[in-house]
């Protein structure tokens, strides 16, 4: 008895570490919210167009997949998520506001789904390992760094959220507890949860819909002579529909073109030649796709101690959480149909000459999690075996756990305090240090890293400055003091810009503050 209040005790304790955690490190990324790229800056501008009265009917793109039949983007359903919160300020910051608040929904739902996954197991137990689930999630670094420009802006980033509401619905659903005004209520988030997956990304786009029809013919195949059961479905498609109607308004007009491309790119990817793979380049890019989160995200490190830890760990818990799984099945099985299908879309292009970052796998992201649990769940192996096992996962979590928090203090380090990294707070703050109508450029000659200052120009500091990519004599620089490096350790800059060297002796200090200078550059 006082084992399992023991347990129970230290279940509310990681619950709640989980959720102050999430709050904190989630909210510090907002408010320090600094790292941006010229994808978001694009989806920035666009979502601002709409005060403007410039409805987005098209959402990012191109994918970087789709070049054999012309570009095409996503549906915009992530501008309108994103919209409300530009009301509370034009910063960048509002783009993260959003995924933040989806990314710590996702820490009780993630509890919830693991402990009505774990069935017949003993009440206390089922609810350690759903806390387990719900903190070892939070801890992963690259929940806050996954997207495009390592920050959690960018649409992708909320699909973990939507994902987990999309499988619990679902189960619930089958299972048949419901009342009638609740269930179509449900099957109504149903269709609306699969039409946001759809236009969060791509890898979504692929997989969700193949998904969702499955489901509803298992659900209508179970009683198809019922008449409510067709109906249910019905509800949840036109709910779909409906809730795409910004994309289907866009499409009308552009002829179907962006449809056309995306069911070319499907055709094509099932039986085209240029989408084609080997058996064996299919097997490794299966293989790679779910072993590659080791290295990329639970043990996070490009040595090999993390490749070995990745493959052993992460091929044990997928034996074991398959082969002794005794718990809730259509949970269970739904989480199979979705890792299978994406697993297959994954493997049938060349992944080692296209763009592949780690948020193109976040419909699998959560796998080793969730066969983590299964596998301590359910060890019935000799005392000895299953005590060693459980050591060794129990172990394992530890040193992930560990990994990843050291880089959540190496972020947090160089985005706070004096010396730190320019959040878009600090960048606004350097704009009004120039005169207005001048004209600013970038020491490397990359445009778009003076994107992220022209929009801040435009709707924060409303300088009305210019922005160049190539630098010469009468133009500004602002030049950081610090910068984060590969593990997110704060680094001191060159005093001045080692590109522009040539002005370095001659070039005007106009402003100088503990975090950046300002130079107007000059040849005499």
Not at 180 to 202: C, D, P, Q
Not at 280 to 309: H, M, P
Not at 315 to 321: A, D, H, Q
């Amino acid at each position: 008895m006082l084992k399992q209040l023991s347990l129970r005790k230290v279940s509310y304790v990681l619950i709640f570490l989980s959720l102050a955690f999430g709050i904190y490190i989630l909210s510090f990324v907002v408010i320090n919210f600094a790292d941006y790229s010229g994808d978001q800056i694009n989806d920035a501008y666009r979502i601002m167009a709409t005060w403007n009265g410039k409805w987005p009917t098209l959402g990012s793109g191109p994918t970087a997949w789709s070049g054999l039949v012309g570009d095409f983007y996503l549906p915009p359903l992530y501008y309108y998520l994103v919209l409300p919160f530009t009301a509370l300020t034009a910063d960048l910051s509002a783009q993260a506001m959003p995924n933040a608040i989806l990314t710590f929904l996702s820490i009780p739902l993630l509890i919830l789904t693991s402990y009505k996954l774990l069935d017949n197991v003993e009440r206390n137990q089922r609810l350690f390992l759903s806390s387990l689930a719900g903190f070892w999630y939070i801890c992963l670094f690259e929940n806050i760094v996954m997207s495009t420009g390592n920050s959690i802006a960018g649409n992708p980033v909320s699909i973990t959220f939507f994902l987990l509401c999309f499988v619990l619905l679902y189960t619930y659903q089958m299972e048949g507890k419901l009342s009638a005004n609740l269930e179509v209520f449900s099957w109504m988030a149903y269709g609306l949860v699969l039409a946001i997956l759809s236009n969060l990304h791509f890898s979504s786009l692929y997989v969700m819909p193949v998904v969702f029809i499955i489901t509803l013919i298992i659900y209508i195949s179970r009683n198809y002579r019922e008449k409510r059961r067709w109906q249910l479905s019905g509800v949840a498609v036109i709910t779909a529909l409906l809730a795409m109607t910004p994309y289907w308004i866009g499409e009308i007009s552009r002829n179907w073109i962006n449809t056309a491309r995306i069911i070319a790119v499907v055709t094509k990817s099932s039986g085209g030649k240029e989408y084609g793979a080997s058996i064996l380049s299919r097997f490794k890019a299966i293989f790679n796709g779910y072993f590659s989160l080791g290295q990329e995200v639970y043990f996070a490190g490009e040595s090999w101690k993390s490749l070995v830890i990745s493959v052993i760990f992460l091929g044990l818990v997928l034996v074991l959480g398959i082969l002794k799984f005794r718990g809730n099945r259509i949970l269970l099985n739904l989480f199979f149909i979705i890792w299978s299908i994406f697993l297959l879309a994954y493997s049938s292009t060349d992944i080692e000459k296209t763009y592949n970052p780690t948020f193109y796998k976040l419909l699998i992201y959560l796998a080793p999690i969730i066969f983590t649990v299964c596998s301590l769940a359910y060890l019935n192996f000799p005392k000895t075996v299953n005590q060693m096992l459980s050591g060794f996962i129990i172990a394992c979590i530890t040193i992930s756990i560990v990994i990843n928090l050291n880089f959540h203090h190496n972020y947090i380090n160089s985005r706070s305090g004096i010396s730190r990294v320019l959040s878009t707070h600090d960048i606004a703050d350097s704009l009004r240090k120039l005169p207005e109508k001048s004209t600013l450029c970038q020491p490397n000659g990359n445009y778009l890293n003076l994107k992220n200052k022209e929009y801040i120009d435009r709707y924060v500091t409303k300088r009305d400055l210019k922005f160049v990519p190539n630098c010469q004599a009468g133009f500004y620089i602002i030049h950081p003091k610090y910068e984060s490096l590969g593990n997110y350790k704060l680094k001191k800059t060159e005093k001045f810009p080692q590109e522009l060297a040539k002005y370095q002796n001659t070039s005007q200090l106009v402003a100088e503050t503990h975090l950046y200078d300002v130079y107007l550059l000059s040849e005499s």
